[in-house]
């Protein structure tokens, strides 16, 4: 049984920085591609960042350069460091794994709450 489990979520002041965890089992998760999506309030969900089994990423135009993905075979675990965060960046943040045949596996999601 997949299972995607999120944290690291939280409340940050603008500029700050966050490093949001997603904790994978029930697949093999080396040869699956991973991704971070993000629903802000009223606002339909949104990608956010990709990084694929041999380690290649992509981004959203308005997260490159601020948000960081990586992942952890080892661990079985996918990383989003956000830094410069801003209020905009609100949002529940999920985690996403996709396979190659493109079955897709979704967490329950982290809050993100970027206010002074």
């Known amino acids: 049984q997949v299972h995607l489990v999120e944290s690291g979520g939280g409340l940050v002041q603008p500029g700050g920085s966050l490093r949001l965890s997603c904790a994978a089992s029930?697949?093999?998760?080396?040869?699956?591609?991973m991704s971070w999506y993000r629903q802000a309030p009223g606002k339909e969900r949104e990608f956010v960042a990709a990084i694929t089994s041999a380690g290649g990423t992509n981004y959203a135009d308005s997260m490159e350069g601020r948000f960081t993905i990586s992942r952890d075979n080892a661990k079985n675990t996918v990383y989003l460091q956000m830094n410069s965060l801003k209020p905009e960046d609100t949002a529940v943040y999920y985690c996403?794994?996709?396979?190659?045949?493109?079955?897709?596996?979704w967490g329950q999601g982290t809050q993100v709450t970027v206010s002074s």
């Open positions: 996403k794994a996709v396979a190659r045949s493109g079955a897709a596996f």
């Open positions: 029930g697949f093999t998760f080396s040869s699956y591609a």
